[in-house]
């Protein structure tokens, strides 16, 4: 595996153009809010149809926290979405790892699926209520060492008080282990 350099940009997931964009989800896969009810709504009815499948078959009972799984992005300029459950954040109780685990799990699949581009929203920073600063910091702990095929992984934030955030992170010298 090699190193990749992550490209951090401000805006809105659903309008990257890369082979694959990550789904903050929830483990249901059948939509939800932030980014979720963003890339249901925008990528159109494509994506839920595929979801519901996904959950008669092999997730019946949902998607396990820190699992990935692809389905079509509809009208989405991306190809794939990549759907991943991302932990609640908990003060008693260290997740980093599952949060890891959320980009690891993602990149592999977008390798398997042959993305060479994938762009990432902050998994588990929102409604979640992960610190900032920290799942920038497990995010690019993650992402360190994606499969050589992929060539492109862009970290897409909401706002730039969350950039910053991203930034300081990334200046911070040593990054959580996997």
């Known amino acids: ?12 997931i659903t309008a990257e153009r890369v082979d694959a964009i990550v789904n903050a989800a929830n483990s249901s896969l059948l939509g ?3 980014v979720d009810g963003a890339i249901h709504r925008k990528g ?20 396990p926290v820190g699992q990935a799984v692809a389905t079509t992005a509809g009208r989405l300029p991306a190809r794939w979405v990549i759907h991943t459950v991302g932990p609640v954040w908990s003060a008693t ?19 398997g ?4 581009s994938v762009a990432f929203p902050l998994i588990s920073s929102g409604i979640y209520r992960w610190p900032k600063e920290d799942a920038a910091a497990q995010a690019l702990a993650g992402l360190r060492t994606p499969p050589p095929t992929i060539e492109l ?24 282990s996997d």
Do not use: K, W
Not at 44 to 63: F, K, M, V
Not at 113 to 116: K, M, N, V
Not at 153 to 176: G, K, S, Y
């Open 1 to 12: 595996m090699t190193s990749v350099e992550i490209e951090f940009v401000t805006g809105d």
């Open 32 to 34: 939800g809010g932030g």
């Open 44 to 63: 159109g009815p494509a994506i839920l149809d595929e979801c519901r499948a996904l959950r008669a078959s092999r997730y019946g009972r949902g998607l």
């Open 93 to 111: 109780e260290d997740r980093s790892p599952l949060l890891r685990a959320c980009y690891q799990n993602s990149l592999t699949v977008a390798a």
């Open 113 to 116: 699926l042959g993305a060479r």
């Open 153 to 176: 992984v862009r970290l897409v934030l909401f706002d730039d008080d969350t950039r910053r955030a991203a930034e300081r992170a990334r200046r911070t010298p040593q990054h959580p």
